[in-house]
C-alpha cells in the first residue's frame, strides 16, 4: 500500500480516532501521542492492511487497545484528567443570557464528572466521539443492551441532578 493509498482509506477516521483517544485517556496532549503511535504502527503494518475488509473497525480497535495499554503503563497512570471538550458558547447580545449559559454548561460538566466511571465513559464516548452504541460497546467490551442502559441512567441521572439543582 502506497502512501496516498494509505491516506485515503485512514486519514478520513482521524477526528473520530481523535475523540475517542481523548475519552478514553482524557488528556488532549496524550491523546495525540497515541493516535500518533497509531499511525506508526498502522503504517508499519501497510503492506498487510489490504486484506482488512472495514480499515475504520480496525483502525478503532487496535486505538482501543493501545489507549488501554497507555493507562496501564507508569506514565498513563501518572496523566491528569482535563475537563471535557470546550464549548464555545452561542453569540448574543444578552449578557445575562450568555452567563446564565456557561453555568448550566458548567454544572453539566460537573454532573458527568460524578457519574460512575461505566457510565461516564459510555456518554463521552456517544456524545463527544459521536460513537455508536455498537462502537462502545466494542470499545468497552459491555453489550449493546448494557451501553443502553448506562446511557439511559447516565441521562436520566444527570437531568434528575440538574433540574433539583435548578429548583434549589
Known amino acids: 500500500m502506497n502512501a496516498e493509498l494509505f491516506k485515503q482509506r485512514f486519514w478520513g477516521f482521524h477526528p473520530k480516532l481523535y475523540r475517542i483517544a481523548f475519552v478514553l485517556i482524557g488528556n488532549e496532549a496524550d491523546a495525540e501521542d497515541v493516535l500518533q503511535e497509531l499511525y506508526t504502527k498502522l503504517w508499519s503494518k501497510r503492506d498487510t492492511l489490504d486484506e482488512v475488509d472495514n480499515p475504520e473497525a480496525f483502525a478503532v480497535t487496535l486505538l482501543k ?11 498513563g497512570r501518572q496523566q491528569e484528567h482535563v475537563p471535557i471538550e470546550t464549548v ?16 448550566e454548561l458548567l454544572r453539566v460538566r460537573q454532573l458527568i464528572e460524578t457519574l460512575p466511571e461505566a457510565q461516564r465513559t459510555v456518554l463521552k464516548l456517544r456524545s463527544v466521539s459521536d460513537c455508536s452504541t ?6 468497552t ?28
Not at 464555545?88 to 453555568?103: G, I, K, V, W, Y
Not at 455498537?134 to 470499545?139: F, P
Request: net charge positive; proline share 3%.
Open 65 to 75: 487497545h493501545m489507549c488501554i495499554d497507555f493507562l496501564r503503563s507508569p506514565r
Open 134 to 139: 455498537e462502537e462502545i460497546a466494542a470499545l
Open 88 to 103: 464555545t458558547l452561542p453569540n448574543a447580545d444578552n449578557t445575562e443570557h450568555l452567563l446564565e449559559t456557561a453555568d
Open 141 to 168: 467490551g459491555y453489550s449493546e443492551t448494557n451501553v443502553r442502559t448506562l446511557l439511559l441512567r447516565a441521562r436520566r441521572s444527570i437531568k434528575e441532578k440538574f433540574y433539583k439543582h435548578s429548583r434549589i
